[in-house]
């Protein structure tokens, strides 16, 4: 059987089957951490042995799809049809073999006999839906801003709180000063956050060191912390985020840095990173900055994503629609012709209610969104400045409650929608062939986890096919 590592040795491909080793590794306490695979060598028909650049020589089976479960629920299941619907089934046995959905029964069914010695996993009559995915999130950063938090909410202006060290400028002096070891720690905690409030798979950014090496480092320590915790995390090149002090004059400057060196240097490692993303606003880049930075990025290649619309619509919706990008995101403000141009392409909206409450900004015209066929996901917008939250859950409730997204729309937007929004359309939905990521809820009804504000009802986590937050009863 042909065998061989790919992906910066953080993969095997095993008779063409592509196989991550945090999956082969178990996610548990042998996770892959900083180091790759050197080598892979058959030890037995049923055994691999990995050579690990860190030095460990560690075993993982040849047939990680071999393992059985069956997940079985009386309650809700929410297996999101292909038609716009929450393809809704009352209750059902889901049966995963291995990192995949094989099939799914009736909840009584009598399975086949070769699924006799199957591990059963009983969820009671919990809600069960696809593993969550948050397509926007900047979960990598240092220091935090609890000081500016507490400033603003005893009324101190932007420049008073400017004045005493506060602002995006301080996570970026934090991140900068950072080791990979403490980066790859805070993203890894981070992520099993999200992870607890029933997230599965996440998009990360960079965006807080701003120079050539730290934002190089802050990618490799999401891939580190993709390796080393359950959470996939899709990363993205967020250098064009603000502008650096030391290029406070020389934008265009900045820009050339990430253009000619960044952007080649972070794709030179395969396997780092897969999309590029840019602020477009007053204060940070222009329409012009940002096409200069998605050339760059789609001459290597990359996805692209995009902020616009937060404070003022400078044309995001129609450059993201021109240039093919999987999302634009905010998007408070944006005209009739950004959004009919979004409806054309299949951009998908990525809207950040946690952004806007912290922000106290307007609601996005859902309304308009929804009826010209655009695509909406929501995100945490994770970061220390103006969205300070992991729960992807809160951000429905706010969705459905501040933006007037129906709680369908609200559900499709954080499994589906969300898996296309970060280039990974194969996630959010349960059916056979899907990854096996499944969450359970204790609700009843799928209206109860928007509907509770705040609450965090997870009850249990699969992910790759693996119970990694367990509650049986
Ligand atoms: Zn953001």
Request: with cysteine; hydrophobic share 45%.
């Amino acid at each position: 059987m042909e065998l061989s590592v790919v992906d910066a040795g953080s993969a095997v491909e095993l008779n063409g089957a592509y196989l991550r080793l945090k999956d082969l590794l178990g996610l548990g306490d042998r996770s892959l951490g900083s180091a790759s695979i050197r080598r892979a060598e058959w030890r037995d028909p049923n055994w691999i042995e990995l050579g690990l650049s860190d030095g460990r020589r560690v075993l993982a089976s040849s047939e990680p799809a071999s393992v059985t479960r069956v997940v079985r629920t009386r309650g809700q299941i929410l297996t999101m049809g292909a038609a716009g619907e929450l393809g809704i089934r009352s209750g059902g046995a889901i049966v995963l073999n291995g990192a995949r959905i094989d099939r799914i029964c009736d909840v009584d069914e009598v399975l086949p006999a070769e699924l006799a010695n199957a591990e059963e996993i009983d969820l009671g009559d919990r809600l069960v839906t696809p593993g969550l995915i948050d397509p926007h999130t900047h979960l990598l950063f240092l220091g935090q801003r609890a000081e500016e938090f507490g400033m603003k909410a005893a009324g101190k202006s932007y420049l008073e709180i400017h004045r005493a060290g506060g602002g995006i400028l301080s996570t970026v002096r934090a991140t900068r000063a950072g080791s990979l070891e403490a980066l790859s720690q805070a993203a890894i905690a981070n992520a099993r956050r999200l992870l607890a409030a029933g997230v599965t798979s996440c998009e990360a950014k960079s965006g807080y060191a701003l120079e050539l090496k730290g934002e190089l480092r802050m990618l490799e320590a999401l891939r580190i912390a993709d390796n080393s915790q359950p959470v996939d995390i899709q990363r993205t090149l967020l250098a064009a985020h603000t502008v650096p002090e030391e290029f406070a004059e020389a934008s265009d400057d900045y820009l050339a840095l990430i253009c000619e060196q960044l952007i080649p240097a972070a794709v030179a490692t395969p396997g780092l990173l897969s999309a590029c993303d840019a602020y477009l606003e007053q204060g940070a880049f222009d329409l012009q900055q940002v096409r200069r930075v998605f050339e760059a990025a789609r001459r290597h290649r990359l996805d692209l994503h995009l902020h616009a619309g937060q404070f003022s619509d400078l044309g995001g919706a129609q450059l993201a629609a021109e240039m093919n990008a999987l999302s634009v995101d905010h998007l408070e403000f944006v005209s009739a012709e950004g959004i009919a141009a979004l409806a054309k392409t299949g951009t998908t909206a990525i809207l950040l209610p946690g952004a806007a409450l912290t922000c106290r900004c307007p609601a996005p015209p859902v309304a308009e969104l929804v009826a010209a066929g655009v695509p909406i996901a929501l995100g945490t917008d994770f970061n220390p400045g103006s969205s300070m939250t992991a729960s992807l859950p809160l951000m429905m409730s706010l969705a459905c409650t501040m933006f007037g997204l129906s709680c369908e729309l609200a559900w499709r937007a954080v499994t589906v929608n969300a898996a296309r929004a970060i280039g990974r359309p194969e996630l959010g939905r349960i059916v056979a062939g899907a990854p096996a990521d499944l969450v359970a809820f204790d609700a009843a009804d799928y209206r109860e986890v928007p509907y509770f504000l705040g609450a965090n009802l997870v009850a249990a986590v699969v992910k790759s096919g693996q119970v990694v937050i367990g509650a049986q009863r």
